[in-house]
């Protein structure tokens, strides 16, 4: 199974930005389609932005797009997700992990083991 761990994440003001990172502790990283998701408090868990294997193909979120950016690089295992313009609906706990497919319109599956994830606050 594919362990991560995400890091990143903070108190930052509305219009603020942060740039979270995941590091993926498997040798065949590159193997890999990945995602970040998002559990703002009372709702549910949701895919807001995943990755391809070349780091080519992205996918977001309509709720994120043109705010977030993700990236990966896989000589380091790790994941990113720059976040700018961040609103108070931003407000979550953030984890990252495979998926199982990416194209620009949709991202689908989850993971099967989840790391602790990385809270981000955004106070307007």
């Known amino acids: 199974q594919v362990q991560v761990a995400e890091s990143g994440g903070g108190l930052v003001q509305a219009g603020g930005s942060l740039r979270l990172s995941c590091t993926v502790s498997e040798s065949t990283f590159d193997d890999h389609l990945m995602g970040w998701f998002r559990q703002a408090?009372?709702?549910?868990?949701?895919?807001?932005?995943?990755?391809?294997w070349s780091g080519r193909i992205t996918?977001?979120?309509?709720?994120?797009?043109?705010?977030?950016?993700?990236?990966?690089?896989?000589?380091?295992?790790?994941?990113?997700?720059?976040?700018?313009?961040?609103?108070?609906?931003?407000?979550?706990?953030y984890y990252c992990g495979t998926v199982l497919t990416v194209s620009s319109r949709v991202c689908s599956g989850s993971p099967t083991n989840w790391g602790q994830g990385t809270q981000v606050i955004v106070s307007s």
């Open 59 to 93: 996918y977001y979120a309509g709720s994120v797009k043109g705010r977030f950016t993700i990236s990966r690089d896989n000589a380091k295992n790790a994941l990113y997700l720059q976040m700018n313009s961040l609103k108070p609906e931003d407000t979550g706990m």
């Open 41 to 52: 408090p009372g709702k549910e868990r949701e895919g807001i932005s995943c990755i391809d």
